[in-house]
């Protein structure tokens, strides 16, 4: 059963979101606090049985980054359903010429 769930996430994924807000994340929430980011390129595999890993990749140069510091990262299916959500302490400023990578390993259980 992991291993059918871990492989239903992998084909959910879709894009992913950076924002600026920080706040905790509501189960009815449908969106990012404060989206950023239109699209980030978001890639899944499944790395084990039970565990999949995203990779976000943001460009400065597309992504209104500029002067701004992160706080909050989102991962969504081809419908646009947030299918999570993460806050983190804020990271940055950035210039148009940087380029961030979020990892984010989920563990079916």
């Known amino acids: ?5 871990a492989t239903h996430l992998v084909s959910l994924v879709n894009n992913g979101k950076v924002g600026l807000g920080g706040n905790s994340t509501f189960s009815s929430q449908t969106d990012l606090d404060v989206p950023l980011v239109a699209t980030a390129t978001a890639t899944a595999t499944q790395s084990d049985a039970n565990v999949v890993q995203i990779k976000l990749t943001v460009s400065g ?12 990262v989102g991962v969504f299916d081809a ?13 940055g400023p950035f210039s ?8 984010i390993f ?3 259980e």
């Open 1 to 5: 059963m992991q291993n059918l769930l």
């Open 106 to 108: 989920l563990e079916v």
């Open 96 to 103: 148009s010429n940087d380029t961030i990578e979020f990892f």
């Open 61 to 72: 140069a597309t992504a209104a980054m500029t002067g701004q510091v992160l706080r909050e």
């Open 79 to 91: 419908s646009s359903n947030m299918l999570f959500r993460e806050n983190f302490d804020g990271i």
